[in-house]
């Protein structure tokens, strides 16, 4: 089954203390993408990555690292979390041909991080 | 800073009648994605949107991208309790897949 797999999915931790947030996909997709969402903000792009040792930064990356050093995976790491770092994470994969993102997201189900 | 506006945020309606949900960005961009997310859910893709013109239908929901006006809609015919959901659009700065999204449509179809 074609599926984007996040862990873990839900996180309780406290500040400073660093963090991983897996997603994997079996998709053979080349773009990767991971997203916060937050009430009254909607949906924000952190990261992504068009193919294996290829990131870019999304309009909130403060705070996150990423890499992509095989092409099914694509962590997403928080060094020193604050509670500000509390919210909804989603990971996403898809196509990438033609230099377009031509083809449906795939989500996973989402990571619930709360950092006391 | 590019912006992308969803109009209305929230859409209370009844079954069986149309509406349109509208998209609206501030930049040049010719590739726009609308997503569905159902409460306590993930997203799901609805339509990728490449090109100035492009139309695509699915059941009782049609997008439309106008790149010249920097609007796309996503128009509800005859619609039913099962659309009520949250709807994003998002816009890819460049092409680059460097996606905004809007605020969201909170949809609410009544009996």
């Known amino acids: 089954e074609a599926q984007v797999t996040q862990n873990p999915r839900y996180l309780i931790t406290v500040t400073g203390k660093k963090l991983t947030v897996t997603c994997s996909q079996n998709?053979?997709?080349?773009?990767m993408s991971w997203y916060r969402q937050d009430p009254g903000l909607g949906l924000r792009q952190i990261y992504y990555?068009?193919?294996?040792?290829?990131?870019d930064k999304g309009d909130v990356p403060e705070g996150y690292k990423v890499s992509r050093k095989e092409k099914r995976n694509f962590p997403l790491i928080l060094e020193s979390p604050s509670p500000n770092q509390t919210s909804l994470y989603f990971c996403?994969?898809?196509?990438?041909?033609?230099?377009?993102?031509?083809?449906?997201?795939?989500f996973g189900d989402g990571t619930r991080l709360s950092i006391l | 800073e590019l912006k992308v506006e969803q109009n209305p945020l929230f859409l209370s309606m009844q079954e069986g009648k149309n509406y349109t949900i509208y998209c609206n960005y501030s930049?040049?961009?010719?590739?726009l994605y609308w997503y569905r997310q159902d409460p306590g859910k993930s997203l799901e893709s609805l339509f990728v949107?490449?090109?100035?013109?492009a139309v695509k239908q699915e059941g009782r929901l049609m997008a439309s991208l106008d790149t010249k006006a920097r609007l796309s809609t996503l128009h509800i015919t005859a619609a039913v309790h099962d659309l009520s959901a949250t709807y994003f659009c998002?816009?890819?700065?460049?092409?680059?897949?460097?996606?905004?999204f809007g605020k969201g449509t909170k949809l609410s179809v009544k009996p």
């Open positions: 949107l490449l090109s100035n013109g």
């Open positions: 930049t040049t961009s010719d590739r």
């Open positions: 990555s068009m193919n294996v040792e290829v990131t």
């Open positions: 998709m053979n997709h080349e773009y």
């Open positions: 998002a816009v890819d700065i460049g092409s680059q897949g460097n996606l905004i």
């Open positions: 996403a994969s898809s196509l990438w041909r033609g230099g377009a993102m031509n083809q449906p997201q795939h």
